[in-house]
């Protein structure tokens, strides 16, 4: 395999000047130009990973964090960054949290860990960390972007969604089919966008005139387990209900699969609704109705700005997505008492 050697002994130039045709960068004349890409092209020279790092003077590695490598809301996300950074040159490297220590100790050494493999820049998709954290990585602060938190003095560089406008439309597209007994399964409550969805999601019933202080509520861990736990501690309590809102798609997958085994009909009987609107729910039976929240779009923005922190690049980005709710089989009108 040729090596940047053989292309500057061929080009009859020093290793320097080969260095700067390929990097791109520094002043070359458009003769010594043509030798050097001429020897390229007559080596077939592949210019290795390491060799562009030290040309370029940075590892071309972004590194991604994300608090837990399980279930099916983080791969599609992982997949979509991957993507774009490979169509950019780009590779990825991920970290995710491990360990007995707690969710934010976790991404302090997630990210502690990306840095030290040499990451040009960290994408991070978790809403643990604390301002102080962020100052405690001095300089490398800079080159970091956070995914679905907001933190002062960040503003530029936090992606987030609405939750608490996902809440409400949560509410409002249960209100519009006439629910009003209704059972909430909510995501663990130290999670401040679970905070959110849920205050949107009562202050839309309050405001409806439910009396959000009757309703079945339980805190559950956004896994399908706890969606399934959630379901049958629902059915045994006895409590009526025409419907329940899941605090994410994970959690509504379990509770469908637990309605379905104990015979529950839906949406014949009782409707469901998830949230984030995930790939799997249109492959549920009946398909899931969920909260669509604009993932794709907050991360590919967050992705973009930290491509133009780290590699002057002039990729356009915004903070602005919309939000909806995708309507399907597992939704349907309130039924009238027998």
Known sequence: MATLKDVAQLAGVGLGTASRVVSGKGAVS?????????????????????????????????????????????????QLVYAELRAAGLNMVVGFGTGSVDERQQAVEGIDFLNQRGCDGVLVMTNALK???????GPRKSRMVLLNHSLPGMEERCFT????????????ALLDKKHKKIAVITGPNHAPDNVERIDGFMQELREAGINTDKLWVTESNFAPEGGWDSAKALLD??????????????????????????????PGKVSV?????????DFTAPRLSSVHMPWTEMTLNGLNCLLNRCYDMNRPYTHEYAVSVTERASLAKAKKPD
């Not at 969604?161 to 409002?172: E, F, I």
């Not at 609704?273 to 995930?278: A, N, Q």
């Open 30 to 78: 458009p003769k010594t130009l043509a030798r050097v890409r001429k020897a390229i092209e007559e080596l077939d020279f592949q210019p290795s990973h390491a060799a562009r790092s030290l040309m370029s003077g940075n590892s071309q590695m972004v590194g991604v964090y994300i608090p837990f490598l399980s279930g099916t809301f983080y791969t599609p996300i992982l």
């Open 131 to 137: 301002a102080e954290d962020i100052a405690a990585l």
């Open 161 to 172: 969604v609405d939750h608490h406008l996902g809440g409400r439309m949560a509410a409002r």
């Open 237 to 266: 309590s006895g409590h009526e209900f025409t419907a329940v809102f899941c605090a994410n798609d994970e959690m509504a997958v379990g509770a469908l699969s637990y309605f379905q085994q104990a015979g529950v009909d839906v």
């Open 273 to 281: 609704l998830g949230y984030d609107d995930t790939h799997s729910a």
